[in-house]
Structures are given as structure tokens and as C-alpha cells.
């Protein structure tokens, strides 16, 4: 597995551009909190998590069909979402994400790696920087 460095990444970062206003991020936790943290302090946009889960740490299949972990214990409707997670594979999650924040007004995905709306790469797996 190839990797990237920290520099890279945070370069696109500093230059993807979007096109709508965001009233909340959604960080699917855990994959897209630092995602989320780092899209936060360049937009200043409050962050909430939405608790899925689908794989382990190793990326291999945990459950299968994503599941809700905690309640979402925010409110989201009628609001833009920005939907932000690490990597997205089949789309499951996002799939899931969907369904759980319908209420919302508009939902827009972002994603480090994979098919997104918003995506720095779309490429074969990388190491994320901030992995330890």
C-alpha cells in the first residue's frame, strides 16, 4: 500500500473548492473526524458525528450492512450537510447515512479517498497520514 505524506494531503485540503454553504459537517465516525476537523478549521462550520460502522481498523468487513453505533443526538433538518468520512469503498455508508439524515435539506458528501462529491483522490488504497 502506497502512502502519502502529511504535506500532500493537506494541500489539497487548502485548495478543493466548494460550491455550496454548509450549516453543519457530519463526521462519520471514527474514519472522518480528523477529515472533519481539519474541513472545520478551514470553513469554520460546527461539526456533529454520525456513529456507523461497517469495517474494522484494517479495512475488512466488521458487519454486513453499516450500523448505527450511538443515536444521532443533533439536529439536522432542513439543514445543508456537509457528509465527510475518511474513504469510501462500496458507498454503503454513505448509502446509510443517507437514510438515517433524510430530513435533511440538502446532503453533499466529502471524502479523502473515493466517490464523492467533494474528494481530494480517487484512487487505489493509501495509508492516511495521520494513521499511527
Do not use: S
Not at 444521532?72 to 454503503?92: M, Q, S
Not at 471524502?111 to 467533494?118: H, I, P, S, T
Amino acid at each position: 500500500m502506497k502512502n502519502k505524506t502529511f504535506e500532500e494531503v493537506m494541500f489539497r485540503f487548502r485548495n478543493i473548492v466548494f460550491t455550496e454553504t454548509f450549516d453543519l459537517i457530519v463526521a462519520i465516525a471514527n474514519g472522518g473526524i480528523i477529515p472533519a476537523a481539519i474541513l472545520n478549521q478551514r470553513l469554520n462550520i460546527k461539526i456533529e458525528l454520525l456513529h456507523i460502522n461497517l469495517r474494522d481498523q484494517n479495512q475488512n468487513k466488521k458487519y454486513d450492512f453499516p450500523q448505527l453505533m450511538y443515536p444521532i443526538n443533533f439536529e439536522f433538518a432542513n439543514k445543508t450537510l456537509l457528509l465527510v468520512d475518511d474513504r469510501v469503498k462500496t458507498g454503503a455508508t454513505f448509502q446509510f447515512a443517507f437514510e438515517l439524515l433524510q430530513q435533511a435539506k440538502i446532503i453533499k458528501t466529502f471524502a479523502v479517498n473515493g466517490k464523492a462529491d467533494y474528494k481530494l483522490y480517487d484512487e487505489d488504497c493509501f495509508r492516511f497520514p495521520w494513521i499511527i
